[in-house]
C-alpha cells in the first residue's frame, strides 16, 4: 500500500540575477515555494509578488548608492599596470566565473573569444580586461531580457513569447551564412536557446540587431574607383 501524499507538499524555485547600476553589480535573490497543485493565477501572483518586490529593491539600492557616491570624492581613474605582459591568475579566475554564470561551454566561450579577436592562451592583461567587459555586457543583456520577459508575462499574454516563425529562423539563417556565423551558436550566446527555441520576440531583436550592422557595413563601404 502506497504511502498517503502530504497534503502541504510544494516546490522551490529560485531566481539569482546580477544586477547593473552605473558601475556596480548587486545580486537579488528571489525564492517562490508553492504547493504542488498550484494554479495558473496563483503561480503568476507569485511571479508578480516578486517582480513588486524587486522593483522596490532596485529602487531602495539606487538611492543608497546615489547617496554613497555623494559623500565620497571621485575615485581615481584605474590605472592598468603592464597591459602587455601576460593575463594574471585573477583575471582568468574571473573569466572562468563569468563563463559558470552564463552557462557556456568551453567551445562556446572560445568561439566568443574569437569573434573578439582574442586568444584565451596568450591573451593580455589589456585584451582580458576588455573581454572580461564585453563578457559582463552580454550577461547584463540576457538578464535584462529575462527580467523584461518576467515582466511581460505577468502584464500581458503578448505573442512575443510564441516561438518564432519559420520565415524569421530562415531569415536568421541567411544573414549567419552571409557573415559566416554559426546561428545556433550565436543564439545560445545571447539568449541561452538553440535557434529552433527562439521565441518571436528573440528572433525580431537579432534580425533588427544583424540588420543594422549590414545596412552600416554598407554606408562605409568606399566608392568604387572612376
Known amino acids: 500500500m502506497s504511502a498517503p501524499t502530504s497534503p502541504d507538499r510544494s516546490i522551490t524555485r529560485t531566481y539569482r540575477a546580477a544586477i547593473r547600476l552605473g558601475e556596480d553589480f548587486i545580486t537579488l535573490e528571489e525564492t517562490i515555494s508553492l504547493p504542488l497543485d498550484a494554479s ?3 503561480i503568476q501572483q507569485a511571479v508578480s ?18 547617496s554613497v557616491r555623494e559623500a565620497q ?41 574569437a569573434e573578439q579577436h582574442v586568444d584565451l592562451v596568450t591573451m593580455t592583461k589589456g585584451q582580458a580586461s576588455g573581454f572580461i567587459d564585453s563578457l559582463k ?8 531580457y529575462t ?13 512575443a513569447t510564441q ?30 536557446v538553440a535557434s529552433d ?11 533588427s540587431q544583424w540588420q543594422s550592422r549590414a545596412a552600416r557595413s ?7 574607383e572612376s
Open 73 to 113: 570624492a571621485p575615485p581615481a581613474p584605474i590605472v592598468m599596470r603592464d597591459p602587455e605582459s601576460p593575463a594574471s591568475e585573477k583575471q582568468r579566475n574571473y573569466i572562468a566565473a563569468l563563463q559558470d554564470d552564463l552557462s557556456w561551454t568551453n567551445e562556446q566561450i572560445a568561439s566568443y573569444a
Open 163 to 192: 516561438p518564432a516563425s519559420e520565415k524569421q529562423i530562415q531569415a536568421l539563417a541567411r544573414i549567419a551564412q552571409t557573415r559566416a556565423l554559426d546561428l545556433d551558436v550565436e543564439t545560445h550566446q545571447r539568449f541561452g
Open 49 to 66: 509578488l516578486g517582480w513588486r518586490i524587486y522593483t522596490a529593491q532596485r529602487e531602495a539600492i539606487t538611492q543608497q548608492i546615489a
Open 147 to 159: 527580467l523584461d520577459q518576467s515582466r511581460g508575462r505577468t502584464e500581458s499574454l503578448s505573442t
Open 218 to 224: 554598407r554606408k562605409i563601404e568606399p566608392l568604387p
Open 40 to 42: 495558473d493565477e496563483d
Open 137 to 144: 555586457k552580454v550577461a547584463e543583456d540576457r538578464t535584462r
Open 197 to 207: 527555441a527562439l521565441t518571436d520576440e528573440q528572433a525580431r531583436a537579432l534580425l
